[in-house]
């Protein structure tokens, strides 16, 4: 089961940043359409009623303020699937191919994680087993809330950006968008990948 993060205030952009245009369509779109193509579902991890005009399921975090962690558990605990795909509505260059490739290479591990090329740690991108579902309700509730921590409890596999940077348009993948200066680059990449294009 795919699901898309939206959780996050938006507070830096100043309006909801899923909703922002990129090439005709809405941000948290281009996630979904990714997610789409690699799962047999697709659902939505946010507190605003609004994400139901996507006509996905949507579902909102039971504990205020945690973070990934309560992203990771509302995910695993709604999942009809064995394993869930978990991606930010802010990656909106994150492809399908590179789901396909994190899913390829779960196998006994209950969490996929990717680095990015700084060598950090992108959790609201990777792919988990429904198994750590009892780890991750367990840290929470002692009050954990650094999702790094989870990763000391379950088998895991990190991926280095140099696994994967042979994929089409991996030096994108994580190019989040928090800030209009963000979204102003980010409509500029876009742009120039496809070729110059007026949007």
């Not at 978990?86 to 789901?99: G, N, Q, R, V, W």
């Not at 968008?177 to 110059?196: D, F, I, K, W």
Request: charged share 20%; hydrophobic share 45%.
């Amino acid at each position: 089961t795919g699901f898309v993060t939206a959780g996050g205030r938006s507070s830096r952009m100043g309006t909801d940043k899923a909703w922002l245009d990129l090439g005709g369509q809405a941000m948290i779109t281009r996630v979904v359409a990714a997610l789409a193509r690699v799962t047999s579902s697709v659902a939505v991890i946010a507190n605003d009623p609004a994400y139901a005009r996507l006509g996905l399921p949507v579902y909102a975090d039971t504990n205020l303020g945690i973070g990934p962690l309560e992203a990771i558990r509302i995910a695993l605990l709604h999942s009809g699937a064995p394993r869930v795909v978990l991606a930010a509505c802010d990656l909106p260059f994150i492809t399908s191919e590179f789901f396909s490739f994190l899913l390829k290479l779960q196998a006994s591990h209950q969490a996929v994680v990717p680095l990015n090329r700084d060598g950090l740690l992108e959790p609201l991108c990777g792919v988990y087993s429904r198994e750590m579902l009892g780890q991750v309700t367990d840290l929470i509730a002692s009050g954990e809330r650094k999702v790094s921590c989870l990763f000391d409890s379950v088998p895991a596999r990190f991926i280095a950006f140099s696994e994967f940077s042979h994929l089409d348009g991996a030096e994108l993948f994580f190019e989040n968008v928090n800030t209009p200066e963000e979204y102003a680059h980010a409509c500029r990449l876009l742009s120039e990948q496809m070729g110059g294009q007026t949007m």
